[in-house]
Structure formats: C-alpha cells, structure tokens
C-alpha cells in the first residue's frame, strides 16, 4: 500500500507484553511456518538438555572413577559382552557413555558460543556504535582495522590467537583457562560483523531528528549514543547474534576438532568428534557420527531461526 | 456516452489482513471525460493513489478490486488478464509517478527510453521514432530537446526530468494520463511551470488527466473538475470552481478552511476536529461523522449516497431533502 | 529606539565542504569543493514576535535553524541571543541558553525515539537541564504539557507508533515546552502534514504562543503557512537573503524579482483570478552559483552590473532588499 493509514492512538488502551508479543507481527510470522517452529523447539530442547545435563545425564562422563574401561567401545542398543551394562548410543574407547558426553558436550559447546557472541557482540557493538557517531579519524581507524581483520580468516586467526596463548601462559593456566581462550579466540574473529552493522545503523540514526533534539538538550554523546541510539540498533545485531551463535558453535568445534581447542578431559563436541574418528575406519561409526549430528541439527536449527529473524525483521521482505 | 472516456462504477477494493478485510475503497464512482481533467483529492490514507493504482492495474498485493467495473471507451478493463493490461498500460493510459527518478531508468539515455516507448505502442521506424521523441520533449518545454535527448537522467534537473517523464507518458499517444503526485517532490517555481506542462501538453495531445494531489492549489489551478476523497469513499464530486468557493459536504467546506489564505488575513484557521479514522475502523454510517460539526441521527446509521447539490454530488444528508429524497 | 531584538544574527555564513574522498580527488585531479550554504546572512528577531524565513531546496534555511540552535557551528558570523552570543557562551550560561532556544521539527516520524514511551520523551528536557529531579513532580508536568497540547495524560504510557503524524507533532511540540524556552525555532513543522491537521498544529502554535509568549523562527517553503503565521518575513535565494519585510506588505508589495517570481508561482487555491506572470527558470546548482547577484540568470531586470557585483541588502521602496534594479529604480 502506497499509502500508510494513520494511528490514531485515541482507543488505545495499555495491553500487557505478553498480549502484545502474541498479537505481533513477528509472532504470526513464526507460528506460521512449521520448519521455523520446529527449528525452535529443536533449539530449545538442545538447550534445556545441556543446561540440565547433571540432571537428564544416566552418566557423569567425566568422572575418572565412574568410568569401566571394560565398557569401551559398546555399540548403540546392544549389552557390553563383559559387564552387561546397555547404553543407548554406546561407549567410546574409555567406556564413556555417548549420550552422556553428548550432553557435557554440548553444554560446554554451547557456553563457549555463546560467551564468544557476546564478547564479539560487546566489543563489535561499542566500536561500531564509536565509529558511526564520532567518524573522521576515528571510524577510519576502526574500519580500517576491521578490514585487515577481515582479511585474515576466521579460523586462521583463531588458531593464531591460540597458539599465542599457548606460548605466553604457563601450562597450568592454560589448562584452566582453554574454555576463555577459546571464547576470546572466536570473539575476536567474529566482531568485525557487529561493528560494520552497527556503525552503518549508526551512521543513519544519528542524522535523525530524535538524536539532534537529544543532543540540542544537552545530553552528553555516551548518554545519547547508550540511551537512543543502542536500543535502535539492535535489531540487526540480534540477528547477527543468533547466525552468529550458530558459527561460534562450529569454529569451536572445528578448533577442537583441530586439536587446539576444549582437552579431551573435558570434551565438547568437537572433541568428542575428534577422539571418535580415530575408532571410525575400526568399526566403531557410533562414537564420532552421534556428535556430528547433534552438531549438524544444533547448527542448523539455530541458523534456520536466525535465517527467519532477518526476514522476518526486515520490513522488505515481508 | 460517447464523450465519457473512463467510468468507475462502485469501485471496491481490499486488502486481506490477519485480523480481516481491510476496505481500502469502498464504492467509489465517477467519470472523466476524453480530454478533461479530473482532480483527485483528499489526505494521506484517504485512497487517491490506491484509485489510480487500481485503473491502471497496479496494485499491490494483497490488494484486489473485490467490486463495481472500470470501463475504459467502454470496454472493461478492471478484469483484464496481466498480459492485455500490459497492453493498454502506456497505450491507452499512461502514468506519471512522484518521483521522476524511480520512473525513469538511470542506464540508459532519455533518446534510448523514448524510442523504445514509442516504437512499442506505435509503428514508426528508427528515424520517425527519434523525431517523435525531440517533438515530445520539446512539447513539454525541454530547452534544445534535439541535444538534450541523447542525456542520461541524471544530467537533468528535477523539474526537467519530471517533464521528461511527462513526456514519456504521452509516447504511447494514450488517451488518459493518471499523474499520481506529479509535483510533490518539486519545489514552489518549479511545481508551477510543470502544472502548466501538465495541462497544456496534455490538451494539445488530446488526452485526458486524472490528477492526485493533496495539495488544492495544484487542483485549482490545473483541473476542470475534482473529487474529493475520505477514507476511502467520495466525499464530494463537482466542477473545481464549485467545489473550491461553494464546497457542500462539510468535509470540503473544513478543508477549504483549513487551507491558510493568501488573499485575505484569517486570525485563525478552521480546524476540522480529531484525525481521519483508521480503515479498520471506520464508524458507521457516514464516515465523516464523528468528526462533523452538523451531524445528526441519520448521518451515525446510514451511509450517504452521492447526492446532486447544485453543480456538485455530494455523499451528506444535509443535501438529502433538497434533492426531493 | 526600541527594545533589543531577542535574536540577533550577523553576517552569518555556513560553507560544507562536498569534495569527494582526498584519495578520489588526488586520482582524477579535482579541486576542493566548497557548498556555500548560507552566505553573510543578516536579521533580527524581536521578543514575542515571529520571523519567518522562506525558500525553496538549496536556500540554506534549514542550515540557518540548525545553526540558530547550535546544532551547527557557523564558518563565520555571529549569533547573539538576548544580547550574549552563542558561540562565546561557556558553562550554565551556556546551558541556559541552549534551555531558551528550542526546536520542533519536520518529521514528527522522526524526531521521536521509537523505543521511547511518549512520557520519557517529554520528561528528557527537563532531567537534562536539571529543572526537576523529583519523579512525581516531572510526571505532573509532563500531564500537564499533555493537556495543554491537546493530549491526554494517559498518553504518556503510548509509544510513538501509537500515534497519527498530527498527535506526534503535538509531543514533540509538548517536549520543547518542556525545556521552558523563550524561543522556538520550527523547521517546517506541517509540512509532513495533511491540510487539515496542519490547521490544528498550526493554531496550537497560535495559542502556545500567546499562552508562553513565545517567539518563533518559522522555516518554511510553504508561503501560505508562512503568511499565515509570520509577523516578517525573510526571503532566502540560494543562501542569501533576498528581501526582508513585513508579511502583509511583503505580499501586498514584493520588491525583489525573486519574491516576485515566488508569489507568482504559489497556486491560487481560492482561484481569486489574481494576474500572474508564468515562472521561469530553475534553481542554480548552489556549489557553482552565477556570479554577481545569485538570481541575475532568471532575473528580466538584470543588467551588466547585476551579473558583477553582489547586491548588498538596502532599504528600498518600504522593504529590505539586495537588488540593484530596485536600488536604481530599473522597475
């Protein structure tokens, strides 16, 4: 419609959020779609099994002292033939139930993605929010950085990230601290998404008119740029976020995968990969395949939700 | 009538919305004349621009005329397949748009776009075309058209592109011109010298105009007759110069009031109270009457008819009697 | 001698630079490109009263808004508002400034945070002058600027998006007077508007005006509203100003060819039949203006001199003008 009808706002009466949310446009969008609505309850249920993992687990996986190396290598459904125990996705070489590591897996998978989006969205947002108020000098710089760092892939900067962070601290503290290098490692590849987007949301937001009438009261920058334009730029960023998780999940993985990232005393799942394709030639598919699909559906229902936000928010393609 | 060139009869068109039907125009009728030209007027979500869309086939979707015909030289065009429409569209009617820029395209030059107009509507070869296309814009009053037509759009000015696009609507020697806006991105002295291009070239090439404006001085100065439109109806319908000094639906009356004056100092203008009503929310009976300061019991159950008030229709019970109803 | 002009402003003039990147201009050769946007403007505002500055695009009154309120800082020239000027002004008396000269602008769509309940929108002036602290007092208020714009105070729950384009002026016209200015500057404040809602905002300034004893820098393209509203008006020409008179006697009596030629081009909605002579001519591209006077090219009384020098602003004929022809009488 060319033409928009006005609101006139006299009938108006205030309704409660949760009335609001379930009468909104984004709301209809989404329960219409029934891959997007399973996408969630597939994400949600991922999320709830490794939050509540010490709790659903059958198994503490990485409890050396509950662990039965007689039990190694147990196929899915099918009675070990010394002790007699059953797991539903089988053991790997050390006798950990598959399931059960599934579960820790992904909770430390899922802590490492999202600790690294927020880093990335923390430090992508401030500097972008920076660059698209200030300009000049200082957008330049910021940019300019962003490009190099654009530069470099992801993962090849994430492993470089690593390595120096093997060289500088002591093993001890490194063994502790893998998880934060990790979540450092992948925030600082990812910020530069953040910071492009904001800065240009930024850029248009703040030649508006409700930013000039902030700034014509005398309202300081850092005010004026937390207060009004923040909550303004979030949108994108929340979808960015969401796609964003989705890849942190993966180059952890790969990481670990690789070697260089969560040890094997404490797998996630691209740890659990890892140490299952050892078995995978020797017959043992179970250890490494459960894994990679809970990776696969994870990944993919957080982008299939994230694919949507962007749609969906975007008043384009509506 | 075989002077009538367009004629809309009880024109309803829809947008179907989560929570219903979205009545977007609801009934509209009325005629234009082969060479006359018919002001549409009204504000922001009153349904001009949606009339014009629907004449010539362009609505958006949802949107869909869901009642009442459009007869084009007496032939119905309102249920036309996409492929015949496409055919009357730039042949029959040709269209005019706000903003110049978005009609005409930045790649090619303004020689390169005419000529493929013409030669789709009519039969003439290369060289017939290209003379074709220098007569029009030097009709629309583009300074050394013979040099000018090899420019790209964006070589011209605002004002001069939107002749150019005037000029591009009249390729097809279309007998209808709907001009949705035409002057509204212009500025002051540019907007009068393109009203004037508007009416006077559209004359000479015989066609007629169907003018949507909100702005009721281009109205007054350029159409023979106009409607006015409120919230998706016909307010009132009439010759300009009746509607504008003797206006009968206190709608028309209230917005000529509103209008700051140039010829005579107002203390204060009229003001009509409270907004135009949302489409979803129409009242019942006459739409106007919340905010109307005659209403009565009749005008909050009935919905007015277009009634015969002197030279002018007007959709109000005010009127009711004194047509003998 | 009357009583000093609540706003003064001298020779006031405003360059942007446009030029393209340094590297782009180093590649293909290409001088700095300098926008004169508003050059060595002059006028006074007095207490109570409205001035009105009209123009079309490229006029550069939207610039002289901005620059009134300190949003943009002048290339040279100065501002004096009650006598202290802007520029020069440090600390709270700064501050205090900034408090007495407000703004409403063009876009109630615009200028008001979407994600901002319409309360906190008005309440923002008045924590960020520190004239109120305590929250049940800024909320009375805020009821009370409701009320006097045309609101309700049940309004200040809403959101921006609750309301049409006609109510959205009104809360931002509710948030200037939050601030209690002295002086409003309105850069055109209807012309986002439909007809009839420019009426109600329109006659609401009216009142306001009346009620505050406010005075107004109205912006605006629209002659009619200018009219209307105006006690003088200014006329601007691709940054200069042209004429500068009375509102009745400017339109009972243009000097200017320019002012002229804008009378004559604003439809005649009342079809009164007045005699006009048909308009010429487009606006000169503001970054290349024709030499001597700006308007010589479109000008029928243009001569030699015209195209030479720049006219300066006289007293001529009951009005302020820069013209030659009419400082020789060439009429």
């Not at chain 2, 998706?232 to 319908?237: C, H, K, V």
């Not at chain 3, 009263?49 to 808004?65: N, P």
């Not at chain 3, 003088?232 to 009972?252: H, K, P």
Request: glycine share 8%; charged share 20%; with cysteine.
């Amino acid at each position: 419609m060319s033409e928009k009808t006005n609101v006139t706002g006299d009938d108006a009466k205030p309704v409660s959020i949760w009335h609001r949310a379930l009468d909104s446009d984004l709301f209809h969008s989404f329960i219409r779609k029934p891959v997007i609505v399973a996408s969630a309850i597939i994400t949600l249920a991922i999320f709830a099994m490794a939050l509540f993992a010490p709790w659903l687990a059958p198994h503490t996986p990485f409890d050396p002292s509950s662990l039965n190396l007689m039990d190694g290598f147990t196929p899915p459904m099918t009675a070990n033939q010394f002790s007699g125990n059953e797991y539903v996705l089988g053991t790997d070489n050390q006798g950990r139930d598959i399931l059960s590591a599934i579960m820790y897996g992904t909770r430390i998978s899922l802590f490492v993605g999202f600790a690294a989006v927020g880093l990335a969205a923390l430090i992508g947002i401030s500097l972008g929010l920076l660059a698209g108020y200030k300009g000049g000098w200082v957008d330049g710089l910021i940019m300019r950085i962003a490009d190099v760092q654009l530069s470099f892939p992801a993962i090849l900067l994430a492993l470089l990230i690593f390595g120096v962070a093997r060289s500088v601290l002591p093993p001890r503290v490194m063994d502790e601290a893998t998880v934060w290098v990790l979540v450092v490692s992948i925030a600082l590849s990812d910020w530069v998404q953040y910071a492009r987007t904001v800065r240009s949301s930024t850029m248009s937001e703040k030649n508006k008119e409700y930013v000039q009438a902030a700034r014509l009261f005398g309202v300081p920058a850092p005010l004026i740029l937390l207060r009004h334009i923040l909550p303004n730029v979030m949108g994108p960023v929340l979808v960015i976020g969401t796609i964003g998780l989705a890849l942190a999940i993966i180059l952890e993985s790969t990481l670990s995968y690789l070697g260089v990232g969560i040890p094997p005393t404490q797998p996630s799942l691209g740890t659990l990969i890892r140490i299952g394709q050892d078995f995978l030639f020797s017959g043992e598919w179970w250890i490494t395949l459960f894994p990679a699909l809970t990776l696969l559906v994870l990944a993919l229902s957080v982008n299939l939700l994230g694919d949507w936000l962007r749609d969906a928010l975007n008043p384009r393609l509506r | 009538m075989a002077d009538t060139l367009l004629s809309v009869k009880d024109l309803v068109v829809e947008f179907p919305q989560r929570r219903g039907l979205l009545r977007a125009l609801d009934q509209i009728s009325f005629d234009i004349k082969r060479g006359e030209i018919l002001g549409v007027v009204g504000e922001s979500g009153a349904g001009k621009s949606l009339t014009g869309a629907s004449i010539i086939g362009l609505l958006e979707p949802p949107g869909r005329v869901s009642g009442g015909t459009i007869e084009l030289d007496g032939q119905r065009i309102d249920n036309l397949s996409t492929a015949e429409m496409r055919k009357i569209r730039g042949r029959k009617i040709g269209m005019v748009f706000q903003d110049p820029l978005t009609s005409l395209n930045p790649i090619f030059t303004i020689a390169e776009q005419l000529i493929e107009t013409i030669q789709t509507h009519l039969k003439l070869s290369d060289k017939e075309a290209r003379k074709q296309a220098i007569k029009l814009l030097d009709d629309v009053g583009i300074p050394a058209a013979s040099q000018r037509i090899d420019d790209y759009p964006h070589q011209f000015s605002g004002g001069m592109r939107q002749r150019v696009v005037i000029a591009l609507a009249l390729a097809g020697e279309p007998e209808l011109i709907i001009a949705d806006e035409p002057t509204t991105a212009l500025d002051v002295s540019v907007q009068a010298q393109i009203i004037d291009v508007l009416k006077n070239t559209c004359k000479e090439h015989g066609a007629a105009v169907m003018l949507v404006t909100h702005d009721m001085g281009v109205i007054a100065e350029t159409c023979d007759r106009v409607a006015v439109m409120y919230a998706g109806r016909l307010a009132e319908i009439g010759p300009v110069r009746e509607v504008i000094k003797h206006p009968k639906h206190p709608y028309t009356i209230g917005l000529m009031g509103s209008i700051p004056s140039l010829a005579h100092q107002v203390e204060r203008l009229v003001q009509i109270p409270g907004s135009m009503p949302r489409l979803d929310a129409i009242p019942e009976g006459c739409a106007f009457n919340p905010r109307c300061n005659r209403v009565f019991d009749r005008c909050r159950t009935e919905r007015p008819d277009l009634i015969a008030v002197e030279e002018n229709l007007a959709a109000c019970w005010l009127h009711a009697k004194e047509a003998g109803a | 001698m009357s009583q000093q002009p609540l706003l003064k402003v001298d020779n006031l003039t405003r360059r942007f630079d446009v030029s393209k990147p340094w590297l782009n201009r180093m590649i293909e050769r290409e001088p700095k490109q300098i926008l004169t946007a508003v050059n060595q403007v002059s006028f006074e505002v007095e207490k109570g009263k409205s001035f009105a500055l009209v123009g079309e695009s490229g006029s550069g009154k939207s610039t002289i808004a901005k620059m009134v309120v300190n949003l943009l800082n002048p290339s040279s020239g100065h501002i004096y508002f009650d006598g202290q000027e802007l520029s020069q002004a440090k600390g709270a008396a700064f501050k205090s400034l900034r408090r007495r000269v407000q703004m409403i602008f063009q876009d109630p769509f615009a200028s008001l945070n979407p994600r901002w309940r319409v309360g906190d929108i008005i309440a923002e002036p008045i924590y960020a002058f520190g004239l109120e602290s305590d929250k049940l007092k800024v909320q009375k208020t805020v009821e009370r600027l409701l009320s006097t714009v045309g609101l309700t105070g049940r309004d200040r729950y809403k959101f921006p998006h609750e309301f049409s384009g006609g109510q959205r002026q009104r809360i931002a016209i509710a948030r200037a007077l939050s601030a209690n200015p002295e002086f409003l500057v309105c850069d055109e404040p209807t012309s986002a508007l439909d007809v009839s809602v420019q009426a109600q905002i329109l006659n609401l300034m009216q009142d306001l005006q009346d009620e505050f004893n406010l005075t107004y820098l109205f912006i605006s393209h629209d002659m009619s509203v200018v009219k209307h509203m105006a006690d003088t008006i200014g006329v601007l020409y691709l940054g200069g100003l042209v004429e500068v008179n009375d509102s009745q006697q400017l339109f009972n009596q243009p000097v200017h060819p320019y002012t002229r030629m804008l009378l004559d081009a604003i439809p005649d909605h009342e079809m009164t039949g007045r005699r006009r002579t048909p308009v010429t001519g487009e606006i000169p591209n503001p970054i290349n203006p024709p030499s001597g006077c700006p308007f010589h090219p479109r000008c029928q009384y243009a001569n030699d001199r015209c195209k030479q020098e720049v006219p300066r602003s006289k007293a001529v004929m009951n009005s302020t003008v820069a013209c030659f022809a009419a400082e020789e009488g060439r009429f």
